[in-house]
Protein backbone atom coordinates (compact mmCIF):
# COMPACT_ATOMS: atom_id res chain seq x y z
CA UNK A 1 0.00 0.00 0.00
CA UNK A 2 1.96 2.79 -1.48
CA UNK A 3 -0.39 5.95 -0.36
CA UNK A 4 1.47 9.13 -0.65
CA UNK A 5 5.17 9.01 -1.87
CA UNK A 6 7.39 11.93 -1.46
CA UNK A 7 10.69 12.07 -2.91
CA UNK A 8 13.08 12.91 -1.69
CA UNK A 9 13.62 12.71 1.84
CA UNK A 10 16.37 14.68 2.46
CA UNK A 11 17.89 17.73 0.45
CA UNK A 12 20.41 20.31 1.01
CA UNK A 13 20.39 23.08 -1.29
CA UNK A 14 22.24 26.27 -2.01
CA UNK A 15 20.77 29.78 -2.08
CA UNK A 16 19.51 30.50 -5.60
CA UNK A 17 19.27 26.85 -6.37
CA UNK A 18 16.32 25.06 -7.76
CA UNK A 19 14.72 21.94 -7.17
CA UNK A 20 11.60 19.55 -7.84
CA UNK A 21 9.98 18.05 -4.51
CA UNK A 22 8.15 15.15 -6.25
CA UNK A 23 4.96 13.57 -5.12
CA UNK A 24 2.54 10.68 -6.12
CA UNK A 25 -0.29 9.06 -4.88
CA UNK A 26 -2.14 5.73 -6.03
CA UNK A 27 -5.44 6.37 -4.49
CA UNK A 28 -7.10 7.97 -7.53
CA UNK A 29 -7.65 11.00 -5.30
CA UNK A 30 -9.09 14.43 -7.11
CA UNK A 31 -7.25 16.40 -4.28
CA UNK A 32 -4.13 16.80 -3.49
CA UNK A 33 -1.93 19.70 -1.59
CA UNK A 34 1.66 20.73 -0.57
CA UNK A 35 2.18 21.88 3.65
CA UNK A 36 5.00 23.00 5.11
CA UNK A 37 5.53 22.87 8.65
CA UNK A 38 7.77 24.77 10.75
CA UNK A 39 8.87 24.73 14.31
CA UNK A 40 5.33 26.25 16.52
CA UNK A 41 3.35 27.04 13.16
CA UNK A 42 1.96 23.95 12.38
CA UNK A 43 1.04 23.12 8.81
CA UNK A 44 0.51 25.98 6.57
CA UNK A 45 -0.88 25.23 2.93
CA UNK A 46 1.44 26.38 0.07
CA UNK A 47 -0.62 25.59 -3.00
CA UNK A 48 -3.27 23.01 -3.43
CA UNK A 49 -5.37 21.10 -6.58
CA UNK A 50 -8.07 19.32 -7.01
CA UNK A 51 -8.41 17.81 -9.99
CA UNK A 52 -5.68 17.22 -13.24
CA UNK A 53 -5.24 20.25 -14.71
CA UNK A 54 -6.34 22.75 -11.90
CA UNK A 55 -3.92 24.50 -8.95
CA UNK A 56 -4.60 27.19 -6.46
CA UNK A 57 -2.92 28.98 -4.18
CA UNK A 58 -3.14 28.36 0.02
CA UNK A 59 -1.55 30.33 2.62
CA UNK A 60 2.07 31.04 1.50
CA UNK A 61 2.47 30.22 -2.53
CA UNK A 62 5.29 32.53 -2.92
CA UNK A 63 8.80 30.92 -4.14
CA UNK A 64 6.98 27.91 -5.27
CA UNK A 65 5.38 26.59 -8.30
CA UNK A 66 2.77 23.60 -9.10
CA UNK A 67 1.42 21.71 -11.86
CA UNK A 68 -1.12 18.82 -12.13
CA UNK A 69 -0.52 17.11 -15.37
CA UNK A 70 -2.08 13.55 -14.00
CA UNK A 71 -4.32 12.88 -11.14
CA UNK A 72 -1.47 10.86 -9.92
CA UNK A 73 1.04 13.78 -9.85
CA UNK A 74 1.50 16.66 -7.90
CA UNK A 75 5.06 18.46 -7.96
CA UNK A 76 6.23 21.00 -5.82
CA UNK A 77 9.11 23.45 -7.77
CA UNK A 78 11.04 25.58 -5.87
CA UNK A 79 12.98 28.12 -8.34
CA UNK A 80 15.49 29.97 -6.11
CA UNK A 81 15.47 28.90 -3.12
CA UNK A 82 16.12 31.35 0.04
CA UNK A 83 17.02 30.37 3.16
CA UNK A 84 13.30 30.79 4.34
CA UNK A 85 12.22 28.03 2.35
CA UNK A 86 14.73 25.30 5.06
CA UNK A 87 11.32 23.64 5.75
CA UNK A 88 9.80 19.93 6.25
CA UNK A 89 6.89 19.87 3.17
CA UNK A 90 4.47 17.10 3.18
CA UNK A 91 2.33 16.55 0.00
CA UNK A 92 -1.55 15.47 0.89
CA UNK A 93 -4.25 14.09 -0.80
CA UNK A 94 -7.93 13.40 -0.58
CA UNK A 95 -11.10 12.18 -2.04
CA UNK A 96 -12.86 15.29 -3.35
CA UNK A 97 -16.09 15.43 -1.30
CA UNK A 98 -13.62 13.52 1.63
CA UNK A 99 -12.80 14.62 4.74
CA UNK A 100 -9.45 12.12 5.19
CA UNK A 101 -6.51 13.70 4.17
CA UNK A 102 -3.75 11.39 3.59
CA UNK A 103 0.07 12.92 4.13
CA UNK A 104 3.21 11.52 2.67
CA UNK A 105 6.35 10.94 4.93
CA UNK A 106 7.36 14.42 4.53
CA UNK A 107 11.10 15.88 2.39
CA UNK A 108 13.57 18.17 4.78
CA UNK A 109 14.69 20.50 3.15
CA UNK A 110 17.36 22.78 4.02
CA UNK A 111 18.40 25.93 2.51
CA UNK A 112 21.84 27.42 2.96
CA UNK B 1 -8.15 34.52 7.42
CA UNK B 2 -9.59 32.31 9.18
CA UNK B 3 -6.79 31.41 12.26
CA UNK B 4 -7.27 28.42 14.95
CA UNK B 5 -5.40 28.15 17.87
CA UNK B 6 -4.64 25.56 20.16
CA UNK B 7 -3.29 25.41 23.71
CA UNK B 8 -1.40 24.55 25.82
CA UNK B 9 1.63 24.57 22.64
CA UNK B 10 3.61 22.00 24.95
CA UNK B 11 2.79 19.37 27.25
CA UNK B 12 4.44 16.80 29.45
CA UNK B 13 2.86 14.27 31.71
CA UNK B 14 3.61 11.45 33.48
CA UNK B 15 2.07 8.28 32.47
CA UNK B 16 -1.19 7.56 34.04
CA UNK B 17 -2.38 10.79 33.93
CA UNK B 18 -5.13 12.84 32.89
CA UNK B 19 -4.82 15.88 29.67
CA UNK B 20 -7.56 18.02 28.20
CA UNK B 21 -6.26 19.93 24.63
CA UNK B 22 -8.02 22.44 23.08
CA UNK B 23 -8.87 24.27 19.83
CA UNK B 24 -10.62 27.47 19.15
CA UNK B 25 -11.29 29.65 16.37
CA UNK B 26 -13.59 32.79 15.97
CA UNK B 27 -15.23 31.01 12.94
CA UNK B 28 -18.10 29.00 13.51
CA UNK B 29 -16.11 25.72 11.90
CA UNK B 30 -17.92 23.26 9.35
CA UNK B 31 -16.71 20.75 10.74
CA UNK B 32 -12.83 19.76 12.43
CA UNK B 33 -10.04 16.93 12.67
CA UNK B 34 -8.01 16.32 14.73
CA UNK B 35 -4.58 14.72 14.14
CA UNK B 36 -1.53 12.89 14.98
CA UNK B 37 1.51 13.11 13.97
CA UNK B 38 4.85 11.08 15.39
CA UNK B 39 8.59 12.35 14.84
CA UNK B 40 9.20 12.03 11.33
CA UNK B 41 6.20 10.89 10.18
CA UNK B 42 3.22 13.09 8.30
CA UNK B 43 -0.03 13.30 10.17
CA UNK B 44 -2.64 10.75 10.34
CA UNK B 45 -6.59 11.41 11.22
CA UNK B 46 -8.16 10.29 14.31
CA UNK B 47 -11.59 11.82 14.14
CA UNK B 48 -13.57 14.42 12.31
CA UNK B 49 -16.70 15.99 14.34
CA UNK B 50 -19.51 17.64 12.67
CA UNK B 51 -22.25 18.26 15.00
CA UNK B 52 -22.75 21.01 17.06
CA UNK B 53 -22.22 19.15 21.04
CA UNK B 54 -21.38 15.83 19.04
CA UNK B 55 -18.80 13.58 21.64
CA UNK B 56 -16.69 11.09 19.55
CA UNK B 57 -14.95 8.30 21.85
CA UNK B 58 -12.00 6.42 20.36
CA UNK B 59 -10.43 4.05 23.04
CA UNK B 60 -8.86 6.75 25.55
CA UNK B 61 -9.45 9.63 23.26
CA UNK B 62 -12.76 11.60 24.07
CA UNK B 63 -13.36 14.12 21.42
CA UNK B 64 -16.06 17.12 21.81
CA UNK B 65 -17.19 19.78 19.59
CA UNK B 66 -18.49 22.98 21.22
CA UNK B 67 -22.60 23.69 20.87
CA UNK B 68 -21.64 26.76 18.76
CA UNK B 69 -19.09 24.95 17.11
CA UNK B 70 -16.47 26.92 17.44
CA UNK B 71 -14.29 24.94 19.72
CA UNK B 72 -13.27 21.82 20.15
CA UNK B 73 -11.59 19.35 22.90
CA UNK B 74 -9.41 16.22 23.03
CA UNK B 75 -9.31 14.67 26.18
CA UNK B 76 -7.06 11.54 26.77
CA UNK B 77 -7.47 9.05 30.16
CA UNK B 78 -4.82 7.76 31.33
CA UNK B 79 -1.86 8.49 29.10
CA UNK B 80 0.52 6.40 27.73
CA UNK B 81 4.26 6.97 26.38
CA UNK B 82 2.76 5.98 22.89
CA UNK B 83 0.51 8.93 22.85
CA UNK B 84 3.29 11.26 22.79
CA UNK B 85 3.15 13.23 19.79
CA UNK B 86 2.20 16.81 17.98
CA UNK B 87 -1.86 16.99 18.16
CA UNK B 88 -3.57 19.11 15.46
CA UNK B 89 -6.75 20.42 14.51
CA UNK B 90 -7.89 21.28 11.04
CA UNK B 91 -10.64 22.51 9.04
CA UNK B 92 -12.16 23.70 5.94
CA UNK B 93 -11.24 27.68 5.61
CA UNK B 94 -14.56 30.02 5.29
CA UNK B 95 -13.44 31.47 2.17
CA UNK B 96 -12.26 28.18 0.24
CA UNK B 97 -13.78 24.69 0.87
CA UNK B 98 -11.01 23.29 -0.88
CA UNK B 99 -8.48 24.64 1.42
CA UNK B 100 -7.78 22.81 4.42
CA UNK B 101 -6.16 24.68 7.31
CA UNK B 102 -4.55 23.54 10.32
CA UNK B 103 -4.17 24.75 13.82
CA UNK B 104 -0.15 25.30 15.36
CA UNK B 105 -0.56 21.99 17.22
CA UNK B 106 -0.33 20.72 20.61
CA UNK B 107 2.90 18.74 21.40
CA UNK B 108 2.50 16.28 24.08
CA UNK B 109 5.09 14.24 25.90
CA UNK B 110 3.89 11.49 28.07
CA UNK B 111 6.74 10.26 30.60
CA UNK B 112 7.06 6.62 31.46
Known amino acids: NAGVTQTPKFQVLKTGQSMTLQCAQDMNHEYMSWYRQDPGMGLRLIHY???????DQGEVPNGYNVSRSTTEDFPLRLLSAAPSQTSVYFCASKQGTGNTIYFGEGSWLTVV | TQLLEQSPQFLSIQEGENLTVYCNSSSVFSSLQWYRQEPGEGPVLLVTVVTGGEVKKLKRLTFQFGDARKDSSLHITAAQPGDTGLYLC????????????FGPGTSLSVIP
Open chain 1, 49 to 55: SVGAGIT
Open chain 2, 90 to 101: ATHSKTSYDKVI
